[in-house]
């Protein structure tokens, strides 16, 4: 063989090697990765039923992060939310206070998109906690995230959400949509 044929085979035995390794490592599989955090995430409550009064409140809890495959995973989250429920009693008795607190459950689906920047959609349902809590309430939830390294696993998430919200035992008589929370937060939490 000449000596053009022998560096044309070499090229070619090179090539094969590194596709064939980049191939493999390109296969590799993803290790499920959970995390574990807390969560600020201060919000507004836009009532529509009350001419677009914003009424702003902090919001906190912990949450739980499971990512399955490189672009998927799901969280779970429970919150303490308040709200404002100014008119949302007849005739609240004296004493019965406008601002009532709900243990809010949250489980949804995250994308983890490109850059750490993540959308998640998914379901919450707010129990209300108190003598004068009104009837629960319920509503889908929609965020887009940005995941910070902190240092080694501990990130920090800045988050901007939105979350219409509905009262069950309303539902049919023209009043159950009762308006939107919007808020933006921050998540700290830790990747195992």
């Known amino acids: 063989m000449g000596t053009t044929t022998k560096a044309i085979v070499s090229m070619a035995a090179v090539s094969v090697m590194a596709w064939g390794g980049t191939s493999a490592k390109a296969q590799e599989p993803f290790k499920t990765r959970l995390s574990v955090g807390f969560a600020f995430t201060p919000e507004w409550q836009v009532d529509q039923s009350r001419g677009e009064d914003k009424s702003f409140y902090p919001t906190y809890g912990v949450f739980l992060e499971a ?23 007849p005739g609240p008795p004296p004493g019965a206070p406008n ?45 887009i995230s940005k995941d910070i390294r902190l240092y080694k696993e501990l990130f920090a998430e800045l988050e901007a959400h939105a979350n219409p919200f509905f009262n069950p035992n309303h539902w049919g008589s023209g ?13 700290v939490k830790y990747r195992f």
Request: proline share 2%; aromatic share 18%.
């Open 67 to 89: 990512q399955f495959t490189r672009r998927s995973g799901l969280q779970f989250g429970i919150y303490d939310r308040m709200s404002d429920m100014t008119g949302w009693i």
């Open 99 to 143: 601002v009532i607190h709900a243990v809010s459950l949250r489980l949804g689906y995250k994308f983890y998109w490109a850059k750490g920047i993540d959308l998640a959609a998914g379901m919450l349902y707010d129990a209300g906690v108190g003598k004068y809590a009104p009837s629960d309430a319920y509503g889908p939830y929609f965020s």
């Open 175 to 187: 009043s159950a949509y009762r308006g939107i929370y919007v808020g933006v937060g921050l998540k």
